[in-house]
């Protein structure tokens, strides 16, 4: 490029200075998914911009949000989490899970907290997110949650029969309004935005496969598809995804052998990587609160298989010399072998020094596993 060409393109950037992005800092940064092995296939976690977690009822949709809101708030010196409640969810039970602090008056609303905002009328939400991202001379960051796309409804709809609201492809419509003006700003400055949906399935057949396929497509059209980072589905739970306190017994039984939690199972339909399609199971321990209900310590077993720091035979289990020396600080006088895998879990689960360390270890190395 001419001088020439660089002074008219500098004339031009100056005088167009509040309808574009130039000038501003990129602001970057990752969010735990709370899953180690969901993390391997984000690139580390989850970023600034536009991301959809869709899925059926009871998939862990909001769950999982939350889950990031709270690791977000966690990392960012001036987060701040905005739920907008559109439907009627967000119950006690689910509060108490996440580990995120929740206030429900705007004085409260301070670094470290989520205000939970209760509308459903498009044209509300999306003033509120505008004004929050347009007027932030504080520099925050926020993370937003919409729950759910399908609760929202315009303000000209309100005023409509039923039938006459029920032809307007408002989902649609509403997506592509807000992206178009909202989808920039929102990943520039640093800011994130989990939108959550319901998917519909149908069941196709593929004439060339012995099983049906499933396909399902998400309210919120194809705008919301286009201008999304990640688009994770969330499956429903089945009988095969418990998980027992014994899982040599295939039968649970209330005293003997009870349910204590579930594999939960997220597929990225889309990514900026080449982990789309990829299906992650991670578990779920019921009975915990404050954020911890995704069991990092049972994936730790899976990646401590994984990086070859333990080795199974038969039964026996051995640690191996690497590993013993990388934990040294925090677990002296390990054994050689260990037998039986749930051994193994408990030696982790039991030291809390050496679950931390091991976290931390694997989230900072996260690069080697991708």
Not at 247 to 260: A, E, M, S
Not at 310 to 328: H, R, Y
Not at 341 to 358: P, Y
Request: neutral net charge; contains cysteine.
């Amino acid at each position: 490029m001419s001088d020439k060409d660089s002074e008219i393109l500098e004339k031009f950037l100056k005088d167009k200075k509040g309808q574009h992005y130039n000038f501003e800092e990129t602001i970057d940064y990752k969010a735990s998914s709370g899953s180690l092995q969901l993390d391997l296939n984000l690139n580390g976690g989850l970023g600034p911009g536009l991301h959809r977690f869709v899925g059926m009822n009871e998939g862990g949709k909001t769950s999982a949000a939350l889950e990031v809101m709270k690791n977000m708030l966690n990392t960012q010196d001036l987060g701040k989490g905005f739920y907008i409640k559109a439907e009627g969810r967000l119950s006690s039970e689910m509060v108490a899970r996440s580990g995120v602090k929740f206030v429900y008056n705007a004085k409260d609303w301070v670094a470290g907290t989520c205000f939970v905002f209760e509308s459903n009328i498009y044209e509300v939400v999306v003033d509120a997110i505008k004004t929050l991202v347009d007027q932030n001379e504080d520099k925050q960051r926020y993370c937003f949650i919409l729950d759910s796309v399908d609760g929202l409804i315009s303000q000209v709809d309100i005023d409509k029969s039923f039938y006459d609201s029920n032809k307007v492809a408002g989902g649609a419509v509403i997506a592509a309004n807000f992206m178009k003006r909202m989808s920039i700003s929102l990943a520039k400055r640093g800011h994130m935005a989990i939108f959550i949906s319901q998917v519909r399935a149908d069941i196709k057949l593929d004439p060339y496969s012995k099983a049906p396929i499933r396909q399902t497509s998400a309210t919120g059209g194809n705008a919301l598809l286009h201008f999304a980072n990640y688009i994770i589905e969330f499956e429903p739970r089945f009988r095969s995804d418990m998980i027992l306190q014994d899982p040599t017994k295939k039968q649970p039984d209330p005293k003997t052998n009870p349910i204590i939690g579930h594999w939960a199972k997220a597929t990225i339909k889309k990514s900026p990587n080449e982990k789309t399609n990829n299906t992650i199971p991670y578990p779920i321990r019921y009975g915990r609160t404050g954020g911890k209900s995704i069991w990092v310590e049972k994936e730790l077993v899976d990646l401590l298989y994984m990086w070859e720091f333990v080795t199974k035979k038969g039964a026996w289990i051995t640690i191996g010399e690497e590993f013993k020396e990388l934990v040294s600080e925090v677990a002296q006088e390990l054994p050689e072998k260990i037998q039986g895998e749930a051994n193994l879990f408990k030696m982790i689960e039991e030291n809390e020094k050496l679950t931390e360390f091991l976290i931390n270890y694997f989230k900072s190395n996260i690069g080697e596993l991708i």
